[in-house]
């Protein structure tokens, strides 16, 4: 059985990721201030700004390692430049968790594959530089997965929007944003069948359909049952901006692909 590495087990992502994975592979993941995990001998403790991803990856062999991690980002930096330089030596593949701002600096359209990386935010360049490591490994080694914005019925931007509809405090919506969207358990199911068919390269992993913020939002309070929700409209500029990642070159077969519709039913579930 395939065994799998899981760094940021205990996160949100990472264990959608755990829950989905483990019947079907020997699954392994890491968790930092979860001690519920401390009894569970698939869980490591991990500290990416102290600890040592080598021994880690020596102790448990994986033959794919997902990178599900959250924190400082410099030590994020080394800790992938530390990866990457184990697995080069080793037949590990590695399957990035990325993200669509990584081309926030390009606005006007939306973005696929292979188009150029820029962004204008910390967040955005920060995922640039690891994406650019991964890139100089050979592309059967690595999966740049990028996601737009994730929902789920445990998402932490669902429980944000809860607690300003349920405190009646106005959410703020961005009306002149363009979005995909994506569903942590559908995202899930996607990386699942990455795995099991050897795929590699540079996979954008949202929705199929297009839709501004707050129309997107709006539909999530309807579908939570929520009345006369309050919201800030908020406005970056005279005309719509982008921020969706979209499939082109790698496209994933029908049933693994979404629509907006499916996100909303997925994180508001009946």
């Known amino acids: 059985m395939k065994r799998i590495l899981i760094l940021g087990g205990s996160g949100f992502l990472g264990s959608t990721l755990y829950r989905e994975l483990h019947p079907y592979y020997d699954t392994y993941a890491t ?7 401390a009894g569970n001998q698939h869980f490591y403790s991990f500290n990416h700004e102290t600890d040592d991803v080598e021994s880690l990856i020596r102790e448990i ?8 991690v959250k924190g400082d980002f410099e030590s994020q930096v080394a800790l992938h430049r530390e990866i990457t ?7 590990i593949r590695i399957i990035f968790l990325s993200s669509a701002n990584v081309f926030d600096a390009f606005s006007n359209f939306p973005s696929y594959e292979y188009d150029k990386t820029l962004s ?3 967040y955005g360049k920060f995922k640039i530089k ?38 009646k405090e106005a959410y703020e919506v961005f009306p002149d944003l363009v979005m995909n969207a994506t569903a942590a358990d559908i995202f899930a199911r996607q ?39 309050l919201f800030k ?8 901006r982008f921020l969706a990642v979209l499939p082109k070159d790698n496209k994933l077969p029908k049933q693994y ?14």
């Open 31 to 37: 968790y930092f201030t979860n001690g519920s995990m």
């Open 61 to 68: 062999k994986p033959a794919c390692i997902i990178s599900a």
């Open 85 to 91: 330089t184990v697995i080069a030596k080793r037949d």
């Open 120 to 122: 204008e935010s910390v």
């Open 130 to 167: 690891i994406e650019n490591m991964l890139l100089r490994l050979p592309v059967w080694q690595y999966v740049i997965a990028r996601m737009p914005m994730v929902f789920g019925p445990n998402s932490p931007r669902l429980q944000e929007l809860k607690y300003f509809l349920e405190h």
């Open 191 to 229: 990386i699942h069948y990455i795995i099991n068919r050897h795929l590699s390269g540079i996979y954008h992993l949202g929705s199929r359909d297009l839709i501004h913020h707050d129309e997107f939002i709006r539909n999530i309070t309807e579908e939570l049952g929520y009345e006369r929700p």
């Open 233 to 240: 409209k908020v406005y970056t500029r005279n005309t719509d």
């Open 257 to 270: 692909q979404l629509q907006v519709e499916d996100v909303v039913k997925s994180t508001v579930l009946r």
